[in-house]
């Protein structure tokens, strides 16, 4: 066998060999070791197994192709030991970044060495060089970067061997020899390959280092095989420190930190490195205290809190058989959740009494044979008893008899490992009351899931019941009524299937049970298109939401109305659709007759407007007939009514009436004079049958006759006949007797027209010889002013004439003259009252001056204060105002006033009191004049403001007056929007008086009103009176002067 055989067959070995390492691995690959140690044993063997390739092929084509394929495992063997070193010391935790890094460099060799043809960046000048034996291998120059990739894959190396030394360093003693055997391969391993790629091999451009790598594979897989670890502890060691839930720390007799799992240095926040190889006092001070009680012959125990967490401490001696005391195990436990747990069950049972004794349902925990152990407050309050009363009692006795088997059988489920629903049972109290409850059972379990005892929960329903029991009733009440609608109604859902009925829908259908309908849609029922129709008109509503109303004609007589409501879910989302079937025929009906009965009186009320605008009684007969036979369809008709002579006249006819013709008298026999003597009106729609018919109008068929009358009043009648039979109704007949009510009062109006325009007339003519003698009436008062006054001037001044000679006359004729004197004074006084009169009454004007009512009272008085005096009478003046402002005639207005005063001098006996009063009141100004008096009997007071009434009493015989006086005042005060009032008690005195509103200031602004005369222009005032005193009466003398006092030289008679 030559070397190149040789070589080839350990090349083969070593590949094969690496195959079978790397499988057995991945059947471990849970492993993050074993499954960098098949990553390894893959590289390798790709190396020699294409190495071989090279070898066997002949050509430098061949072997350049199968060295690209060889390069990838050659440049990642270095990092796959890496990897596997990392793994297996423990050294850290290779992160996805980290490796990624690492993977950089030799991901690019790669690609430069299957590329390496166009740039020759990874090596140069590959040629066939003779080596040992004379065979030809392929060798190639290194470039820059082949160069990197071996400083790199040195570096790898290294700190693969660097990871070995320090986990060497780790170990306890027990296991110091295998870690320097394995640190031993590795420092052959980092030899073999320097001297792989120096001129220090013996084997000259012929690669060995993948057999020498599959030989290392070998023992540390022997190692791996029989459960030790790299770094001198065993795989099972590894996987139970590691994963230990306790932290965990082993150490020398001199307490120096040898091994240490990661729980304990996440529990202390110490890296492990720093724990390894130094004294644990001082890494973790707070092992202090527990290391100073250590001894290798005992166990210590401690707890104490470190890092928020209560931690509880084993310390334990580690002896061997053959060496003894070794050092000691620290065992650490994290108890805080104990603690936890131990402190929330004791929350937990505190909260299960609280919640127990305060429920608001009655707890029972009974035993497996029903004694109860234990209840709450309201479970005792429930059954009427007491907590220790019901304890050691059978909860089956608190049961209705009939109950008890089920609750026994509930319990046995319950025990059998069954779940029991919620069910209604009753308790029996000790009163022996029936309480219904709701109950619920459940079984409580140890730990282990050994029963210990049965809870019952019991809520009392009863209030519950009485409401279920009140629902019921209301929903059995609105069941029936429901069903006892008359309207149909059906509800259907989305999908437009009826889920609710009422009876009236089953009897329209004449199914006798609503499970002949639910479940069911319109095309079960109805036609296809019928249902189709019903179809859209339910999806319009369920997809629009809203409501829809509709009439719909079921057949050739009823209508029906349709409404469609929506029924809305939770959600707001449409769940179904409310149908409602009213028959509104009846309705319809109505309406239609409603809308006939308004169109008649439409009818009417256009009859009405022609009739009333026509006050002629010619016309509005013909109107009224015609509209009569229009609106009845009549053939022919006439009105007849009562003339002068109280008979039936025909006034106007229409159609051919043979028996009379209008202007004569109509006969009263037939329909129409049994109409009349009856004072009812009649339809005969068959004159066959009536006997008083008498024929007239060819071909009639029928008669309808109704009396026209007016408060009981006949005033006429009106016949119309017909020739065809469907033509007079009873509906025609009642319209045409409202119509003839109508005409009625249409034909009395304008009877009553005729005869208030004959009565106007005459009024008029009454009017024109009323003011004609009105006429007459002024003309005479001008004859009275003008032409009596004359005669009168003249014979009083021939009476003062003779004053002056009074001393020649006898005294009887100084007697004459006196009372010629007095009656030219009464004369002088009638005409001035009547002419005072008359000017009030002929005033039309407006009143556009201010009067002072206060000035005015003061004149008065002034005026009187003589008279008063004469008479020793006590003139009172009781003014309370400074001015009193109306709007008015001062002139009227004094003479009112004077008229008071004179009339309560004049009939106040002498020596008597007369109180002048002016005053405000009610925003009215209030002028009185009272006196002590004759007074007025009570009986004569009605008349007192008649013209030229007096009423006579006792004490007034020789008191002249015209009895025109007050009357004058009344039409004043009343011509200024004031009022008169008095009160008069016979021989007690009277008071008489007016009221007069006070002007507001807008209606002085509004009118521009002058202000009248004020007080202190006596002379104008007196100028104006004395000039009306002398236009009436052409006298020197005042007129009341006149009345009450004859001319001085009769005095002495």
């Known amino acids: 066998m030559t070397d190149q055989h040789l070589i080839i067959a350990l090349n083969l070995l070593a590949g094969a060999t690496a195959v079978i390492l790397m499988f057995r691995a991945l059947k471990r690959r849970d492993e993050a070791v074993m499954l960098a140690f098949a990553i390894l044993m893959l590289t390798v063997a790709g190396w020699a197994i294409t190495y071989v390739g090279i070898q066997a092929v002949p050509t430098l084509e061949a072997k350049a192709t199968l060295h690209k394929i060889k390069q990838p495992f050659a440049l990642t063997m270095p990092l796959a030991w890496f990897i596997f070193c990392v793994h297996y010391t423990r050294a850290y935790r290779l992160r996805p970044t980290t490796l990624g890094t690492l993977l950089v460099l030799p991901t690019i060799s790669v690609i430069l060495a299957l590329s390496n043809e166009q740039h020759n960046l990874l090596y140069s000048n590959v040629r066939l060089v003779p080596v040992l034996g004379g065979w030809l291998e392929l060798i190639e120059d290194v470039s820059f970067m082949g160069i990197l990739t071996l400083v790199y894959s040195a570096f790898l190396l290294l700190y693969g061997l660097y990871l070995l030394i320090q986990s060497a360093m780790r170990v306890i003693g027990t296991y110091r020899a295998q870690v320097r055997m394995v640190l031993i391969m590795g420092l052959m391993i980092f030899i073999a390959a320097l001297m792989e790629y120096s001129s220090l091999s013996p084997f000259q451009h012929i690669n060995m280092l993948q057999v020498f790598m599959a030989g290392i594979g070998v023992l540390i897989w022997r190692y791996l095989l029989t459960g030790h670890r790299i770094g001198g502890t065993t795989i099972s060691y590894d996987r139970v420190i590691t994963t230990l839930p306790d932290a965990m720390v082993v150490l020398d007799p001199k307490r120096y930190v040898v091994s240490v799992n990661p729980a304990f240095a996440n529990m202390f926040k110490v890296p492990e490195l ?37 931690i509880a401490v084993n310390c334990a001696p580690i002896e061997s058989p053959n060496t003894g005391f070794q050092g000691y195990v620290i065992l650490c436990h994290d108890i805080t959740r104990e603690r936890d747990t131990q402190q929330s069950l004791i929350d937990a049972e505190r909260r299960y009494r609280a919640l127990f004794d305060q429920s608001n349902d009655a707890i029972f925990i009974f035993d497996s044979n029903g004694i109860i152990l234990l209840a709450n407050q309201l479970a005792c309050d429930l059954l009427g008893t007491t907590a220790n009363a019901i304890k050691k009692q059978d909860i089956f006795d608190f049961l209705a008899d009939n109950e008890v088997m089920d609750l026994r059988q509930r319990v046995q489920h319950l025990l059998d490992g069954y779940n029991m629903p919620i069910a209604e049972q009753t308790l029996i109290a000790l009163d022996s009351s029936r309480i219904p409850v709701e109950v619920s059972i459940t079984l409580v379990t140890d730990g282990e899931g050994r029963p210990l005892n049965m809870q019952m929960v019991a809520r009392d329903i009863r209030d519950r019941k009485r409401a279920q029991n009140v629902v019921a009733s209301e929903r059995h009440l609105l069941r029936t009524l429901f069903d006892s609608m008359p309207d149909y109604i059906l509800m259907v859902d989305t999908k437009q299937r009826y889920t609710l009925v009422n009876e009236s829908l089953l009897d329209l259908f004449g199914l006798e049970s609503a499970d002949e309908f639910l479940g069911k849609t319109a095309i079960d029922f109805y036609s296809p298109e019928k249902a189709n129709e ?44 409310l149908i409602v079937e009213r028959d509104i025929t009846e309705s319809r009906m109505m309406n239609i007759e409603l809308q006939r009965s308004l ?73 129409t ?44 009648v009106m016949e119309l006949v017909t020739r065809r039979n469907d033509v007079f109704t009873e509906d025609i007949f009642q319209f045409i007797s409202l119509l003839a009510n109508r005409i009625a009062i249409a ?47 003249v014979i009083d001044g021939y009476l003062n004439m003779l004053e002056m000679d009074r001393e020649l006359f006898d005294p009887v004729y100084l007697e004459y003259f006196s009372s010629m004197q007095r009656a030219v004074v009464r004369m002088n006084k009638i005409l001035s009252d009547i002419l005072s009169l008359e000017r009030v009454e002929q005033y039309t004007g407006g009143y556009t001056s201010l009067v002072d009512l206060q000035f005015l009272a003061s004149r008065t008085l002034e005026e009187f204060v003589s008279q008063a005096e004469a008479k020793s009478q006590q003139l009172d003046r009781e003014v309370d105002v400074d001015t009193a402002t109306i709007i008015g005639d001062e002139s009227q207005v004094y003479e009112a006033m004077t008229n008071l005063v004179s009339n309560a001098i004049k009939y106040t006996p002498e020596g008597g009191k007369v109180a002048v009063r002016l005053y ?95 007080a202190g222009d006596s002379e104008a005032v007196e100028n104006e009176f004395a000039s009306e005193r002398l236009s009436t009466a052409d006298s020197p003398h005042d007129v009341s002067q006149n009345e009450t006092s004859p001319p001085n030289f009769f005095d002495d008679l």
């Open 534 to 577: 019903l179809f859209e008109k339910t999806e319009e509503v369920i997809e629009s939401g809203f409501a829809m109303s509709e009439e719909e004609k079921r057949d050739d007589y009823t209508w029906v109305l349709v409404t469609r409501i929506p029924i809305f879910d939770a959600e707001e989302n449409v769940s179904g659709v």
């Open 920 to 1014: 405000e009141e009610d925003e009215d100004w209030v002028f009185e004049v009272e006196d002590d008096g004759i007074g007025i009997p009570e009986d004569r007071q009605d008349r007192l403001f008649e013209p030229f009434y007096r009423a006579k009493a006792v004490g007034t015989e020789k008191i002249d007056g015209t009895g025109l006086g007050l009357h004058l005042v009344k039409k004043i005060i009343e011509r200024h929007g004031g009022q008169m009032f008095y009160n008069s008690r016979y021989q007690q005195g009277s008071l008489f008086g007016f009221r007069m509103p006070q002007p507001r200031p807008e209606r002085i602004d509004a009118l521009h009103i002058p202000v009248g005369t004020k």
């Open 274 to 310: 720093e724990l390894l190889g130094k004294p644990l006092k001082a890494t973790v001070p707070i092992m202090a205290d527990l290391l100073g009680r250590v001894t290798p012959e005992e166990t210590v125990s401690d707890d104490f809190e470190a890092f928020n967490r209560n």
């Open 673 to 716: 004079g049994r109409v009349v003597r009856n004072l009812t009106g009649e339809l005969v729609t068959n004159i066959k049958l009536d006997d008083d018919y008498i024929p007239d109008v060819l071909d009639t068929t029928g008669v309808m006759s109704i009396p026209i009358m007016v408060q009981d009043n006949l005033l006429g």
């Open 747 to 793: 034909l009395d109006n304008a009877k009553l027209y005729e005869l208030t325009s004959q009565q106007l007339a005459e009024v008029q003519t009454l009017n024109a010889n009323l003011r004609e003698l009105e006429q007459i009436k002024t003309d005479m008062i001008r004859i009275a002013s003008h032409d009596l006054k004359n005669p009168l001037g």
């Open 599 to 671: 169109e008649q009186l439409m009818i009417l009320r256009q009859v009405d407007e022609e009739v009333t605008h026509t006050l002629h009684m010619e016309s509005v007969g013909i109107i009224a007939l015609d509209a009569a036979l229009r609106l009845s369809r009549a053939t022919a008709g006439f009105i007849a009514l009562d003339n002068e002579d109280d008979q039936l006249q025909v006034q106007y006819v229409i159609g051919g009436y043979n028996r009379f013709k209008a202007g004569e008298v109509l006969p009263l026999d037939g329909i």
